[in-house]
């Protein structure tokens, strides 16, 4: 059984430009969450995606986009980037018994120059 | 509101001691606490508690859930220099479609030898 795995690891982008970070479900997950987590903060819930359908969404505007896929893993998308979007984006999963207990990958870290 | 404070925000120790970490959480449609431990980057699950004054025990982790003063706290015992992390404390809320978690800002354990 594998873990949540996301890719790529870290990633530099201009004010701007757009990005699709990725997110593999651990085996069995039918739920995935992304959150951004600022350097030193907790991470911020951004949406959360149910069988391919979104199924709730944090204070983020819409240039954060997602999608899920049938095998259950996610894309994130952010369009015209700014400074502060620079994070460590974390997707989570969760086996659809347990919905609350998720489990993170290792994250993606953003720079927005 | 979703609200979730812990304290303290740092704490130092040596190899030995041990040490109780606070998460006080607000009450509306309360669900689920999360504890993870995050070092590097993932998240990593330790406990959830639902229910009140039942102790959840992993190892020399301990963790404790009082639902009428609305906290909960961590201990770790006989603490070693590979307990040095982030320690993030969530809740989720019943209520709603989604399963999102609402962290606070962590506490940040370092233990020296």
């Known amino acids: 059984e594998t873990g949540v795995t996301q890719s790529p690891t870290h990633l530099i982008k201009t004010r701007g430009q757009q990005v699709t970070l990725r997110c593999s479900s651990q085996s069995g997950h039918n739920t995935v969450s992304w959150y951004q987590q600022a350097l030193g903060q907790g991470p911020q819930f951004i949406f959360q995606?149910?069988?391919?359908?979104?199924?709730g969404r944090g204070n983020f505007p819409p240039r954060f986009s997602g999608l899920q896929f049938p095998n259950y893993s996610s894309e994130l998308n952010v369009n015209a980037l700014e400074l502060d979007d620079s994070a460590l984006y974390l997707c989570?999963?969760?086996?659809?018994?347990?919905?609350?207990?998720?489990?993170f990958g290792p994250g993606t870290r953003l720079t927005v120059l | 509101e979703d609200k979730v404070v812990q304290s303290p925000l740092s704490l130092v120790v040596h190899e030995g001691d041990t040490v109780t970490l606070n998460c006080s959480y607000e009450?509306?449609?309360?669900?689920?606490l999360l504890w993870y431990k995050q070092e590097k980057k993932a998240p990593t699950f330790l406990f959830m508690l639902t229910s009140s004054g039942i102790e959840k025990k992993s190892g020399r982790l301990s963790s404790i859930l009082d639902k009428k003063e609305l906290f909960s706290i961590l201990n770790i015992t006989a603490t070693q220099t590979g307990d040095s992390a982030v320690y993030l404390c969530?809740?989720?809320?019943?209520?709603?479609?989604?399963?999102?978690?609402?962290f606070g800002k962590g506490t940040l354990l370092t233990v020296n030898p």
């Open positions: 989570a999963s969760s086996f659809p018994e347990h919905m609350d207990e998720q489990f």
């Open positions: 995606y149910y069988r391919e359908e979104e199924n």
């Open positions: 969530a809740r989720t809320r019943s209520g709603g479609s989604n399963y999102k978690l609402t």
């Open positions: 009450v509306t449609n309360f669900r689920s």
